[in-house]
């Protein structure tokens, strides 16, 4: 790791700034200004934990993408990031694409098709982040997605999946040799390696 620095840090400058309960609520039972900065600030110290038990940390990498952003909960910690590492963000939601390349300008947000692909080529990012998309989408739209973040995430590079259990993926596409065991990173939360022709599993329980 080159930087045992935490990279969630920009959070001040937005302290006053959230879409709403009734953007966020019906999905992540969010209720307030607090609960929505927090969601974001948790959601990312578990993927740094995740990536320390690869070896890795957020300022290791050259582009990130937090695929289906919504408002940017994870992105607006990221600021001082943004200075050395490209960010991106992907939502299937214009509206709240659009409030989030609105409020974050150091991050490239773009709204995205209801169906892969997206508009970047492949192996374009060393680091995807995929937070909550699994969660709520259904296993046939799970699996096309993955595979399209299969094909953006670059050989050697990472990509970090929320899902409730890998047992859900086609065995073609994810080959888990191990799930993350720690009690800094959640039972759901999952880290790939990209390899040549697929994505598998580098963390040791």
């Not at 709520?136 to 995430?153: A, C, N």
């Amino acid at each position: 790791m080159r930087n045992s620095v935490s990279a969630v840090t920009e959070w001040r400058r937005f302290s006053n700034d959230w879409p709403g309960v009734e953007a966020l609520s019906p999905l992540n039972g969010i209720t307030d200004r607090h609960a929505y900065h927090e969601f974001g600030r948790r959601s990312l110290q578990e993927v740094e934990a995740a990536l320390k038990l690869a070896g890795r940390d957020l300022w290791s990498f050259t582009s990130i993408l937090d695929f289906a952003c919504g408002y940017g909960a994870m992105l607006m910690w990221l600021g001082e990031l943004s200075k050395t590492t490209p960010l991106h963000g992907l939502d299937m939601d214009a509206a709240a694409a659009r409030w989030a390349q609105h409020r974050i300008p150091y991050a490239t947000i773009s709204p995205m098709p209801k169906h892969p692909p997206v508009d970047y080529a492949t192996d374009f990012f060393d680091l995807v982040i995929c937070n909550s998309f699994c969660m709520h989408s259904d296993g046939s739209t799970v699996t096309r997605w993955l595979g399209e973040l299969q094909r953006l995430t670059r050989p050697q590079g990472m990509l970090a999946v929320r899902m409730e259990s890998s047992q859900s993926l086609s065995a073609d596409l994810l080959s888990l040799r191990a799930t993350l065991r720690c009690d800094s990173v959640p039972s759901d939360l999952f880290v790939f390696e990209r390899v040549a022709g697929e994505v598998s599993a580098s963390i040791d329980s």
